[in-house]
């Protein structure tokens, strides 16, 4: 069963909107921070942002900050991240991913993350 599932993906104009949704198959998920990264081909993956546990804190990349919220359901089990005013370089597979083991102290760090998703693709189209 996979951990993570990433919906929403597609194609957006620049400086459009796109949000992006990640399903949680465990009920443990309320209790673990959740984030997302993204990934071009070739390159590293890039940390995007996270959120603790109750919600209450978030971490963005500076690439992201005030464009992107990320956001979690009452249940904890589903995480969204709203993407707004998107550029081409937003353009890649984005992967949600979660710290199971802990609900706060916020990371960017990706080996801290031991769930993942696939990742859902998003193209930007000027």
């Known amino acids: 069963q996979v951990p993570l599932v990433e919906s929403g993906g597609g194609s957006v104009q620049s400086g459009g909107s796109l949000r992006l949704s990640c399903q949680a198959s465990?009920?443990?998920?309320?209790?673990?921070?959740m984030g997302w990264f993204r990934q071009v081909p070739e390159k590293e993956r890039e940390f995007v942002a996270s959120?603790?546990?109750?919600?209450?804190?978030?971490l963005y990349s500076d690439s992201v900050k005030g464009r992107f919220t990320i956001s979690r359901d009452n249940s904890g089990q589903t995480v969204y991240l709203q993407m707004m005013n998107v550029r081409g370089d937003d353009a890649a597979n984005y992967l949600c991913?979660?710290?199971?083991?802990?609900?706060?102290?916020?990371?960017?760090?990706?080996?801290?993350?031991?769930?993942w998703g696939q990742g859902t693709q998003v193209h930007v189209s000027s």
């Open positions: 959120i603790t546990a109750s919600g209450d804190e978030t």
């Open positions: 991913a979660a710290v199971s083991y802990r609900s706060y102290f916020l990371t960017q760090k990706e080996e801290e993350f031991d769930r």
């Open positions: 465990s009920r443990n998920a309320g209790a673990w921070i």
